[in-house]
Every structure is written in C-alpha cells, then in structure tokens.
C-alpha cells in the first residue's frame, strides 16, 4: 500500500485549519500543524512533506522565506514540496512575487476550505501522489478510498466496508444483472444476516446514501448497475 501523503498546514487561522485537517483527513491524508515560525522550521526540515499550506497569520515576507528555503521549484518536484500561500485580496504584489518564487498556489482569504482542499488534492495528483478514486453519480460524488459520499448539498456520508465493497462490485458489473447468490459472494455482509430479503435492504439502504436512481431492481433475477452518461463507453 502506497504511503499516505502528508500535508502540513503553517500559521492556518484555527478555524481554517480544523475545518481543513478534518476534511484532508477523512480523505486519507496525514495532516501536521504548525503555529508558530519556529513550529515550522522543524516541521519541513524533515523529510516527506507533499503540500505546504502557509496561512496569512505569517508576514508574506515570512512566507516567501519558507518558500525560498524548503519549495520544490514550483514544479512539486524532489527538491521539496509543493506551497500553497494564503494571502489577503490587497496584497497582489505579494501574490506575483510568491508565484515567482516558485509558488504552486497563491490563494486570497477568506477562503473557502472545500475549494482549498480540492487545490491541494490537484497538486497531489500532479506529484503522483492523489489518493482518491472517485466515482460521480447523478446527486453526488463518491471517493471510493476514503468511502465518502458527496453530495451536492455539500453534505457528506460515510459509507461502510459492506457498502464499499457492494458498490464497487455493481461498478465492475455495468449493467449485468447480480442475482442474490452474486452478491452474497462478492460483497457478503457485515454480519451474519446475508441472505434472502436482507440483500434487499443492503441496496436500499445504499442508494438512499448514494442518493442514486442507477442501482435497479429486476423482479425475480437481481439487480443492475445502469451507469450514468460518463460512465459510457
């Protein structure tokens, strides 16, 4: 298994930073946090940091410096990780000197942590680094590795290792018919009540979480994963 990329967040307003290690965390990432200057020198002299999220509580004369002495180049390379610098909406030429310095990232508070999060995931995924397997239905998205479903909404669930496992045998099966004894095989319960009319309430407990039309019962045969438009072809 691969290992779990690590992101640090330094001098991030405390109600940012909780709100976006919970997020980055449920999303399989470790997360270390680092209040104070010197917090930070320690924290990316090691090894093995893959995002940097410097917040505005630093001077962006700080924040460059952390940049110039720990960056990867701003091509998230092996030189270091890649910077993501917080910086207010007055401060362009702080923006264009940061970006200049090899910024991946410059973005303006107040900002909002779902976009921030989704910027880091970006920056993982160009290092190689992205953990996420994610599977977009009609009212929501779901990261199969973390088992989140996001909705629309901007609500999230969890689904269970039983749901995981169901879902993922329905996506490896589009549209074949899974009878009961199917099901029971590849995706058995997570207790012992497996059989008969209790599959029934596996799959409905699971599109209600998926909130989902494409999981269909065939009367008397099974049931079929009809895969939204993406997912043709």
């Not at 290092?127 to 009609?138: A, F, K, M, N, W």
């Not at 009878?179 to 699971?206: G, H, K, M, Q, W």
Request: charged share 25%; aromatic share 4%.
């Amino acid at each position: 298994m691969a290992a779990r990329s690590v992101i640090a967040l330094v001098s991030v307003a405390e109600v940012v930073a909780t709100e976006l290690a919970d997020h980055l965390e449920r999303r399989g990432h470790d997360v270390h946090q680092a209040r104070q200057p010197w917090e930070a020198e320690s924290l990316l002299s090691g090894k093995g940091i893959d995002v940097v999220v410097v917040g505005d509580s630093l001077s962006q004369a700080e924040g460059r410096d952390l940049l110039r002495r720990y960056g990867g180049q701003g091509g998230g390379g092996e030189g270091g990780p890649d910077f993501i610098l917080i910086c207010r909406p007055a401060d362009l030429v702080d923006k264009v000197l940061a970006l200049e310095l090899g910024a991946a990232d410059v973005v303006e508070s107040p900002l909002n942590v779902r976009e921030l999060a989704a910027r880091v995931g970006g920056l993982l995924s160009r290092r190689g680094r992205g953990t996420q397997e994610l599977i977009v239905l009609e009212n929501a998205t779901v990261d199969l590795r973390s088992a989140m479903v996001m909705h629309r909404s901007g609500t999230e669930e969890q689904l269970s290792p039983g749901q995981v496992a169901l879902l993922r045998l329905f996506l490896a099966s589009p549209r074949k018919v899974l009878t009961r004894d199917d099901i029971i095989a590849a995706a058995p319960a997570e207790n012992a009540d497996a059989f008969d009319r209790s599959i029934d309430s596996r799959i409905v407990r699971l599109r209600r979480k998926l909130d989902t039309e494409t999981i269909t019962t065939i009367r008397g045969a099974g049931y079929r994963f009809d895969p939204p438009r993406q997912f043709a072809d």
